[in-house]
């Protein structure tokens, strides 16, 4: 007979998920002290949201007390296309070519939870998308999916780091995994050398202050730093060079998911139409994307330094 254990892991493949694992829904107590240490040196920037309550992005049962395993998934993102070099676009990161990641995520993640109910009328559970305050990548190592990079993102052998990573905890007592894969970046500074702005301060550290990513996204600043603005290369709205000179992303992979088949204009999108865009023309644009996160504001910011970079 197929342990629930195992027809849950089943029924994640089935339903897309590219990787699973389980483990037991308890404090990250070394994750925990390395979080705190990472928001006592400022890292996080302009993103005070990760100051507030910090014990429960590393105790899962102060999110959903009924915790008792916590179902970790990875879904493959990365799909074969490639950012036009040219002065009148800007380019945007893999992430949020195509459907926004948190719609396809949940959407998925609610089947998964429906059909744990389904055949255990006892489960309830809450899914988590890297909105809710879960470390999931730390997740992700525990569940032996793949490894943290010195670049901060999960690789894994098999897709490389284009993953997006998922939880449901459930109230259920299951079969845990107990194999942890190695790290296997070994000697490789690829990543730290080729961050423009030295972001990666350290091996496995990101100060986002610095960070392409951070700044063109999350930062709501009404200026780009000049440490930033004069090292863009390129990017409008995010940054994939970490990722994109990581030799484990040799074995990238298209993804089955045509939501995450770029938008047209998500690739590389024209400097001059984003400095155009209204209010309601940017809400229509953007609706379901992950590129609204910037705000139109934001996105309007980064083409301007574009333009004048250029």
């Not at 990543?191 to 999350?218: F, K, W």
Request: proline residues 5%; aromatic residues 10%.
């Amino acid at each position: 007979m197929v342990s629930l254990t195992e027809q849950i892991k089943q029924k994640a493949l089935e339903i897309g998920f590219h990787k699973v694992g389980i483990v037991r829904a308890e404090p990250l107590c070394e994750e925990g002290e390395r979080l705190k240490e990472w928001l006592a040196n400022d890292y996080h920037g302009e993103m005070r949201w990760m100051e507030r309550e910090p014990e429960k992005r590393y105790d899962p049962r102060l999110i959903f007390p009924e915790a008792r395993s916590m179902v970790v998934v990875a879904l493959n993102y990365f799909t074969p296309h490639e950012h036009e070099e040219t002065d009148a676009k800007g380019k945007v990161s893999r992430y949020a070519w195509g459907d926004d990641y948190h719609d396809v995520l949940k959407e998925k993640l609610r089947e998964l939870l429906a059909f744990i109910k389904s055949i255990e009328e006892t489960a309830d559970g809450k899914i988590c998308v890297d909105t809710a305050p879960v470390m999931d990548k730390a997740w992700a190592v525990r569940a032996g999916l793949g490894w943290i990079g010195k670049h901060s993102n999960v690789i894994t052998k098999e897709y490389g780091s284009w993953i997006f990573i998922g939880e449901v905890l459930l109230n259920l007592e299951l079969d845990y995994e107990s194999k942890i894969i190695n790290d296997y970046c070994g000697t490789c500074t690829m990543c730290l050398d080729a961050c423009p702005t030295g972001a990666i301060v350290a091996p496995y550290i990101v100060d986002s202050n610095r960070c392409l990513s951070y700044a063109t996204i999350e930062s709501r600043a009404p200026d780009l730093p000049s440490e930033t603005s004069e090292n863009l290369n390129g990017w409008l709205y995010g940054c994939d060079i970490c990722q994109d000179v990581c030799p484990w992303n040799r074995f990238e992979k298209p993804t089955e998911e045509a939501r995450f088949e770029p938008r047209a204009g998500n690739v590389s999108a024209d400097l001059e139409e984003i400095l155009a865009l209204s209010p309601e023309e940017y809400a229509a644009r953007f609706r379901r994307s992950a590129m609204k996160r910037a705000k139109l504001g934001g996105l309007q910011r980064n083409a301007r330094a574009l333009k004048v970079k250029r």
